[in-house]
């Protein structure tokens, strides 16, 4: 008979070394699914979205502001109606577009860089002191 330490087999403590070993188990698959990708956590999905959630409401928030001059100078309805459909399916356009591994400031300056293509580089800045002058380290004798 194999000899198990002076455990009774069946015991509580058995059990809990059991409980204890298929839990490692466990934990040790959900590492490898995460290292593999096939794991997220909660966390970063919640933030992932509240980011996502808040660049859609941003976007159509801004349609009424950028609708609202062009369509007061319209009286034909139909007209009214064709621009802010213009106007929604550039604002679905550009969030399409969403990549939600840029953040805002980046995806900003990448716009700039796009808008500005074909003009030429910025000249180079003079790095000089400016100000009064430093003072002296030390007085002559």
């Known amino acids: 008979m194999p000899s198990t330490g002076g455990v009774k087999i069946g015991s509580s403590y058995d059990e809990a070394r059991t409980r204890k070993v298929n839990a490692e188990a466990e934990i040790a698959e959900l590492e490898l699914k995460k290292i593999h990708g096939e794991l997220v956590n ?3 999905v919640v933030t ?3 980011d996502v959630l808040g660049s859609v409401k941003s976007r159509l928030l801004s ?6 001059p062009v369509v007061a100078a319209e009286s034909n309805a139909g007209l ?3 621009i802010i459909e213009d ?6 356009d550009e969030l399409s577009r969403y990549d939600p591994t ?5 995806a900003t300056a990448g716009e700039t860089e796009a808008s500005d293509e074909g003009d ?3 000249a180079k800045t003079k790095r000089k002191r400016m100000g009064r002058p430093r003072k002296a380290a030390g007085l002559a004798k």
């Open 120 to 122: 030429d580089p910025p």
């Open 63 to 68: 349609i009424p502001t950028k609708a609202a």
């Open 48 to 50: 992932a979205w509240t």
């Open 102 to 106: 840029i953040s805002p400031t980046e």
């Open 42 to 44: 909660a966390d970063d």
């Open 87 to 92: 106007l929604i399916t550039e604002a679905l």
């Open 80 to 82: 009214c109606q064709t």
